[in-house]
């Protein structure tokens, strides 16, 4: 019954931007971690950003080396939506990008073994 649905991808020019957003149904997600994942061609997957709450309303976020500085991860817990505000994109972020949940709320974001929920993915593709 848990439904993540991720939006917001498409075509853009290096050094643009894009807004990505995963809405969640189902449950609630306020305690647990929540992460962004992209899989280019011949590529493994890897978590590009990730974010969980640390106690009352303090949060902890990551990010890989590769976007720190260009992208920022969100959430609207009243909305159960986690956003992926990503700017001055490169070729290289070409990949399709997948939202995900964990069902604890502890953990590190950044491992997909802790994510027990994933969208379907949105395809996003920065030219040259």
């Known amino acids: 019954q848990v439904q993540l649905v991720e939006s917001g991808g498409g075509l853009v020019q290096a050094g643009g931007s894009l807004r990505l957003s995963c809405a969640a149904s189902?449950?609630?997600?306020?305690?647990?971690?929540r992460g962004w994942f992209r899989q280019a061609p011949g590529k493994e997957r890897e978590c590009v950003a990730g974010?969980?709450?640390?106690?009352?309303?303090?949060?902890?976020?990551y990010y890989t080396d590769s976007v720190k500085g260009r992208f920022s991860i969100s959430r609207d817990n009243a909305k159960n939506t986690v956003y992926l505000q990503m700017t001055s994109l490169k070729p290289e972020d070409t990949a399709v990008y997948y939202c995900?949940?964990?069902?604890?709320?502890?953990?590190?974001?950044?491992?997909?073994?802790?994510?027990?929920?994933w969208g379907q993915g949105t395809q996003v593709t920065v030219s040259s």
């Open positions: 974010t969980r709450w640390s106690g009352g309303s303090v949060y902890y976020a």
């Open positions: 995900a949940a964990a069902s604890a709320s502890s953990g590190s974001p950044r491992h997909q073994s802790e994510y027990d929920y």
């Open positions: 189902g449950r609630t997600f306020s305690r647990s971690a």
